[in-house]
């Protein structure tokens, strides 16, 4: 159906707009984090201290001899778009794949439960765009948990928006980021969240993450699948599901993704 728009109430909305997100950091009208004294995305939220973690290696280390090799430089082969089709993601000369904006996230083809998985990522290096604009991908585990990629190296976003934020959660504990263009990595442990056979929520999902060899979350509890200017929520699922990637328009670029699934996921998935 076609949408109509008064032009007056079009005047309004945008002016409301413009005071739930002051300055385009962050948002003043969503719901209180449960155990936080902080709203999802809050304006007022401290960004934490920026550090610097030291230059980024000139080479990518190898992954260990037990990993499941997800990006080597060479093919998309272990990842597909929703419903099965093929990557469209483009392989570069520099070994990276980046994305091709609009052509979707990546999923990977293989499902995951508790993991550890390293991925390298670097923003583009020419800067365009500003707060959640610029230089914005995710790692989602199951699809659905996701650690911020977000261009955060002089750029102000809503501090549980910004580069290694579990996002519209928390933010990481400081500020590890490198300049646009420099290759950054994330070393993420991921404990799935458990589900009973009613469907009941037995235990969380926790996660650490370091970033650029800095921890900047430890065994954080996940308050639920991510979302956007909304409490995170658990609904039950597989114990097992795909690592996804995200297209948000950005040509961001990724290299050397692996991944070691743990002892600890349940065999009956
Ligand atoms: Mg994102």
Request: charged share 20%; net charge negative.
């Amino acid at each position: 159906m076609r949408q109509t728009h008064h032009p007056i109430a079009v005047v309004v909305l945008a002016s409301l707009s413009s005071v739930v997100m002051a300055q385009g950091v962050g948002y003043t009208d969503t719901p209180k984090l449960p155990g936080q004294e902080w709203k999802v995305h809050d304006k007022d939220r401290p960004n934490p201290p920026v550090i610097d973690p030291g230059p980024a290696a000139s080479e990518p280390a190898p992954p260990p001899s037990d990993a499941i090799v997800l990006f080597d430089g060479t093919n998309t082969d272990a990842w597909q778009h929703a419903g099965g089709r093929d990557a469209e993601w483009i392989v570069k000369d520099d070994g990276s794949m980046q994305v091709k904006a609009g052509s979707g996230d990546l999923l990977t083809r293989q499902s995951f439960g508790d993991c550890q998985l390293h991925i390298e990522w670097a923003t583009p290096t020419t800067v365009i765009g500003e707060s959640q604009g610029r230089g914005n991908s995710g790692v989602f585990f199951f699809g659905m948990y996701e650690i911020q990629i977000l261009d955060s190296y002089d750029n102000t976003t809503y501090a549980d928006g910004q580069a290694a934020a579990l996002y519209g959660q928390y933010p990481p504990e400081v500020n590890a980021c490198r300049a646009p263009g420099e290759w950054q990595t994330y070393d993420i442990i991921f404990e799935a969240p458990r589900f009973d056979s009613k469907g009941n929520l037995e235990k969380p999902a926790f996660v650490t993450v370091i970033h650029n060899g800095v921890v900047v979350h430890n065994r954080r509890e996940f308050l639920g699948r991510t979302a956007h200017r909304a409490l995170p929520s658990y609904a039950p699922h597989k114990a097992k599901g795909p690592i996804k990637l995200q297209d948000h328009g950005n040509p961001m670029r990724f290299r050397n993704i692996w991944v070691r699934p743990l002892v600890s996921t349940p065999e009956n998935t």
